[in-house]
């Protein structure tokens, strides 16, 4: 079992977040995970932005009735902007003479910091329920400012909440507060998405929904969107620290988990209590077995693997019990050549670094299982051997 204060030992976790992803990776580290970490996305702030500046000129000279503040970098960020403009000041006045609606408590700080104060914030941060809130009062009519969090694409939330608001017959003035773009290297990216794809990660953390989407439109580029919606669909859980971080996923059909609150203290934790809950424990040849991400772990003691040896390793313990073909373990073994001699080298490997040959058992002429104890095992009768 996973050592007291490390819950997380033996499991690998992807962290995507671009601002305080070290600090995000020392919570992680510290409850016992790997962690890969690539940023998915570079933020540009719009200080010297002509379309930002150009709407905060607008909003001076005919303010909104109603402001959505959206994230509190956006906001702070906004209004730092505005300072160097010299509009600091025509800002918070046109400001304080809006109603301002916070999404979240992130949102709320910055409103507050900048002494202003929100009207109303929705108890589960999501921007669903501030259009709810906005729709049940009516806003035909009513001119709406909406502080954006990053560029639009084909895979973000907020695009859609301007446009419900346009629909009801609201004059929607787009705040285009800072912009991102994929990070200059995309080479850490590359390898966080191939290494979901083949499952050499046990979760995917995001903090923004912008990271989802630029996530998403690299896998695009390099042509794996549909083997990596599907590992996250079925084997690579997708941990979001939100339910906005966590639409475009949910829209994609992947199922996603959230903490109870929008933190990353809270995230860490989430991600601490979901990965060993959900983690599949096997009994077999009288030892405890869990596959991971990166690792096996065999009665609580974690056992790192070459890249073969893992790879044959998910592939049985994709079928526990049942009998998998040399040539199906030749096809998944890196390289994919050679001939069954291979698989046969490979599995004296594996036996080697588990440290209990019998968990793998040859079933002669056929292939090879993982040797389920009774208890555990289905009702495919084999006839076997320990060793080769």
């Not at 709810?132 to 035909?140: N, P, R, S, Y």
């Not at 009519?141 to 969090?149: D, N, P, S, T, W």
């Not at 083997?227 to 941990?239: E, F, G, K």
């Not at 059909?253 to 060993?276: D, F, K, N, Q, Y």
């Amino acid at each position: 079992m996973p050592r007291i204060g490390e819950p997380l030992l033996g499991f690998t976790v992807g962290v995507t977040a671009a601002r305080r992803s070290e600090e995000f990776s020392t919570l992680l580290t510290r409850r016992g995970a790997t962690v890969v970490a690539a940023a998915a996305i570079r933020i540009i702030p719009l200080v010297d932005d002509a379309e930002l500046e150009r709407v905060t000129r607008e909003l001076i000279d005919s303010p909104a009735e109603i402001t959505v503040a959206t994230t509190g970098i956006g906001f702070r960020g906004w209004m730092e902007a505005a300072d160097g403009w010299g509009l600091a000041e025509g800002l918070t006045s046109a400001l304080s003479g809006s109603r301002i609606l916070a999404r979240g408590p992130k949102a709320k700080g910055a409103i507050r910091a900048a002494d202003l104060r929100e009207e109303w914030s929705p108890p589960s941060e999501s921007s669903a329920e501030v259009i709810d809130h906005l729709l049940a009062e009516g806003v035909e009519g009513k001119r709406i400012a909406v502080q954006l969090h990053g560029a639009t694409t084909e895979w973000e939330p907020l695009p859609d909440f301007c446009e419900v608001l346009r629909l009801a017959g609201a004059e929607v003035v787009p705040v285009p507060v800072y912009r991102w773009t994929p990070p200059e290297d995309q080479t850490g990216m590359d390898r966080m998405i191939e290494a979901t794809v083949g499952g050499a990660l046990d979760a995917v953390s995001f903090t923004s929904a912008p990271a989802v989407a630029s996530m998403l439109m690299r896998a695009k580029e390099i042509g794996l969107v549909d083997p990596l919606l599907h590992s996250l669909r079925t084997r690579v859980l997708a941990v979001c620290v939100g339910p906005v971080t966590a639409a475009p996923l949910e829209a994609l059909g992947v199922p996603t988990t959230i903490p109870s609150r929008a933190r990353l203290g809270s995230l860490a934790r989430h991600i601490a209590e979901e990965l060993p809950r959900r983690s599949v424990r096997l009994r077999v040849a009288g030892h405890d077995l869990s596959v991971r991400g990166g690792c096996v772990v065999v009665d609580g003691e974690v056992r790192q693997l070459a890249p073969a040896a893992m790879a044959l390793m998910r592939t049985l313990a994709h079928r526990p019990g049942r009998v998998v073909s040399r040539e199906e373990l030749l096809a998944v073994l890196p390289g994919g050549g050679g001939d069954t001699h291979a698989v046969e080298t490979a599995i004296a490997r594996l036996r080697a670094c588990l440290g209990a040959p019998k968990i793998v058992q040859t079933v002669v002429k056929r292939g090879y299982r993982l040797a389920l104890d009774p208890v555990d095992c289905g009702d495919e009768p084999v006839t076997g051997r320990d060793d080769d």
